[in-house]
């Protein structure tokens, strides 16, 4: 089972990245998908999340309102579209696979996490 994260990059404050989760290896049916972000010298925080069924959807206040969670109808790949990107956004991002067996919940938290993907680095310059 493997999580591969893409998407990041370098853009300027204001700019726009679309950041994708491609899942593969294994079945992910009842898994809610997340994504985080860790800054250097910070914990990995939560940054939004989509339910299986994708009726569900949590976004972190800080990116509330410039970033946007979904996923595709064969569910195998999950997508941020992060817009008006901020220099604070700058992080390393992961994708997140959260086995949760009720396909509208999702949940927040690290250690609920089952699998993790390698992450992609995300940098906003001012």
């Known amino acids: 089972v493997q999580l591969q994260a893409s998407g990041g990059g370098l853009v300027q404050a204001g700019g726009s990245l679309r950041l994708s989760c491609v899942a593969s290896?294994?079945?992910?049916?009842?898994?809610?998908m997340d994504w985080f972000r860790q800054a250097p010298g910070k914990e990995r925080e939560f940054v939004a999340a989509i339910s299986w069924s994708g009726t569900t959807t949590d976004i972190a206040d800080s990116v509330k309102g410039r970033f946007t969670i979904f996923r595709d109808k064969a569910k195998t790949t999950v997508y941020l579209q992060m817009n008006s990107l901020k220099p604070e956004d700058t992080a390393v991002y992961y994708c997140a696979a959260d086995r949760t067996y009720d396909s509208r919940v999702v949940r927040t938290a690290v250690t609920n996490m089952d699998y993790w993907g390698r992450g992609t680095l995300v940098t906003v310059s001012s």
């Open positions: 290896g294994g079945t992910f049916r009842n898994h809610a």
